[in-house]
Structures are given as structure tokens and as C-alpha cells.
């Protein structure tokens, strides 16, 4: 089976192909598998990629996020319960280990597990078996486990706040995946991805300018963000993406970006020495502070974190015109 079918993992970086490569050879043992990266980098389109590739992917995948539940419904979520088990429990219900039986189950940010949970994950992993909360007899469970972690979770052991046993247990396999900007030739191949899916029938492409900027661009929010531009500018946009469709953070770091590459190349031409340079740059983000302030001075002072005072000897000695 050609997984690309199923999952979309769009990538041309040598380290990436190297973890999927890693993945072909470890999908259909039962091991677990750890994945560890930043938000957004995609650790569940990679726990779906390791799933529909193994033999168990016709079976179940049942996904759980630890870190949006109360730690009183971890328990029943994970493990089920009994009718008359607690207050309200006025029936029984399977727990996701049940469900994803023959099949898989993605543990998400399992950093963010109470300890007492760790401890019963733990015995499940070890015993293959569950029980339900107020309930007698042992379930049978087959599950894989994939995790995800958005710290290191041997960070944790250390600090006593994630269990070293589990922590063993879970680390068979362990898949680092590197953020957005250690893979900037993703870049491309993700806007044309993302640009088929949010706008179809329009046939858009990016500026250039817009690519340089993706590719200078740090993406702390990793493919996410990137998502999420693309997504909104594809709303807006005709033929093609350009400055004007991204988020304002945008042009500003651009004219920033800009700004500092003037300077950089008076400096190295030999056109100004360094403490032109400098004043060049002064008077230049002065002007612009002033302009975004429409021309009110305290205001300008406070974006650029100096006195009014301050400000006003600048102005007067590099003779800026307000
Ligand atoms: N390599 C990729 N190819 C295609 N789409 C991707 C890729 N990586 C991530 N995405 C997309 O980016 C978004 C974020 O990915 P995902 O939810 O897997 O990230 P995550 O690491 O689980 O983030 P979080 O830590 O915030 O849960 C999703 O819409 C996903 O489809
Ligand atoms: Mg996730």
C-alpha cells in the first residue's frame, strides 16, 4: 500500500526522510513509539503515517489529548468504568484502550500525564490488560501505543515529574521531529500543498517576494502557522499571494528584514563607515516609529523605548523631518 494515499507527510528534507525511512522499517513491530517536536510540527499527521503503514492500519486509531483532560476523567477516559462506579455513572463505558483493541492508540502530550496516571499506564503497558474503573475482571487489550511529547520527556525523568519506568516503556522508538525552520526546502512543497487544498479552483500561486519572506521567516507555530497563512491568504487573494494577503507581522518584519540589509550592504560596499551606518539606521526607524505614531512623539518614544526627551535631542541632531 502506498501510504501518501492515505496520509499526507509532504517533505523533501533529508532528515525527515530519514525518520520515515526509520518508520517503514518499525511500523509492524508492536513497539511504542515516542515522537518528540515543537507545536505544529506535525507529531500527529506522523502518529496517522506509522498507523495506516502498520498492519494493524484497517483497525482503530483512537486518539486522546492528556493535557485537555481533568485528571478525574483521564482515569475513565482511558480505562472505562463500571455502572454505578461513581456518581452518575448510571451506565458503563469503554475506555479508549477497548476501543483501539487490534489497533492503535496516540497518547498526545503525554508530558502533561499526573503521575498517578503514569502508574496505571504503566501496568496496562506491562499486563496488556485493563479494568474498568469500579470493576473486578481483568479486559485483554492489544494496542499499540504511539506518543507525543512536546518537551523532553528525559527532562522530566530527571526532575521526577514524568516516571522513569514509563518513560522506558514508551521510549522504544523515538522520532525527533525538526521544526519548520531547520527544513526551510519543506517550505515551498508545503504552500503548494496547503494552496491545492484551501483554494482549488483558483489556481493560485505565491509571490516571489512572499517565498523569500516564508523562507526568512522563523514559524514558531512550525507547518500550523504556515497552514493558517496560507488558508486566510487564500481567501483574499486572486491570481497570486503577495505581501499584502499575509498578516501584518509580516511586512513588518519584512521592512525590518529590509531595513537591516540596506544597512549591511552600505556597510560592506565601503558607501558608509560604521558610525554612519548607524546614524543612517537611527534616523531611519526614528522616521518610521513617528510615522506609525502619526507624527505623535510621545507615543513614537514609547515604541522605541526611549525618553520623550530623548527622542526630541534625536530628531533636532539628525535633523529628521516630522
Ligand atoms: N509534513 C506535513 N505534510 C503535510 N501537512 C502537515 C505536515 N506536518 C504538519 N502538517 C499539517 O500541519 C498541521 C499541524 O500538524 P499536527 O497537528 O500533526 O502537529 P502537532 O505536532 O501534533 O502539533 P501540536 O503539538 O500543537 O499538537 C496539521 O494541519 C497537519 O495536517
Ligand atoms: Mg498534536
Not at 83 to 107: C, P, R, V, Y
Not at 114 to 126: C, F, T
Not at 249 to 273: A, P, R, V, W
Request: proline share 3%; with cysteine.
Amino acid at each position: 500500500m502506498n501510504p501518501f494515499h492515505s496520509v499526507s507527510l509532504i517533505t523533501s528534507n533529508k532528515e525527515m526522510l530519514g525518520l520515515i525511512e526509520r518508520i517503514n522499517r518499525v511500523a509492524d513491530s508492536n513497539s511504542s513509539i515516542l515522537i518528540i517536536g515543537e507545536t505544529g510540527v506535525g507529531k500527529e499527521v506522523f502518529a496517522d503515517y506509522i498507523h495506516r503503514l502498520s498492519n494493524r492500519g484497517q483497525n482503530p486509531m483512537v486518539k486522546i489529548g492528556l493535557s485537555a483532560l481533568p485528571a478525574e476523567l483521564m482515569e475513565s477516559e482511558l480505562f472505562g468504568f463500571e455502572k454505578g462506579s461513581f456518581t452518575n455513572a448510571d451506565h458503563s463505558k469503554k475506555g479508549m484502550f477497548e476501543m483501539a483493541h487490534t489497533g492503535s492508540i496516540f497518547l498526545d502530550d503525554i508530558d502533561d500525564t499526573p503521575l498517578n496516571i503514569q502508574a496505571k499506564l504503566l501496568r496496562v503497558l506491562e499486563s496488556n490488560e485493563i479494568r474498568h474503573i469500579g470493576g473486578t475482571k481483568p479486559i485483554h487489550v492489544d494496542v499499540r501505543v504511539i506518543c507525543a511529547s512536546k518537551v523532553e520527556l528525559k527532562d522530566l525523568v530527571e526532575r521526577q515529574a514524568f516516571r522513569q519506568d514509563l518513560f522506558y516503556r514508551l521510549n522504544i522508538v523515538q522520532l525527533r521531529i525538526p521544526p519548520l525552520r531547520q527544513r526551510k526546502e519543506d517550505i515551498p512543497l508545503l504552500v503548494e500543498h496547503f494552496l491545492k487544498h484551501f483554494a482549488k479552483d483558483k489556481k493560485l500561486d505565491v509571490s516571489e517576494e512572499v517565498m523569500s519572506i516564508f523562507t526568512e521567516y522563523n514559524w514558531p507555530g512550525n507547518v500550523r502557522e504556515l497552514r493558517n497563512v496560507i488558508q486566510r491568504a487564500s481567501l483574499f487573494a486572486e491570481n497570486e499571494i503577495t505581501l499584502s494577503d499575509l498578516p501584518d507581522d509580516f511586512s513588518k518584519l519584512h521592512n525590518l528584514d529590509k531595513l537591516i540589509k540596506e544597512c549591511y550592504h552600505c556597510f560592506t560596499s565601503g558607501k558608509m563607515d560604521m558610525k554612519d551606518v548607524i546614524r543612517c539606521l537611527e534616523e531611519k526607524l526614528i522616521s518610521e516609529a513617528l510615522t506609525n505614531a502619526d507624527g505623535n512623539q510621545s507615543e513614537a518614544a514609547r515604541k522605541l523605548g526611549m525618553k520623550l526627551t530623548t527622542l526630541r535631542d534625536k530628531i533636532k541632531r539628525l535633523n529628521i523631518q516630522i
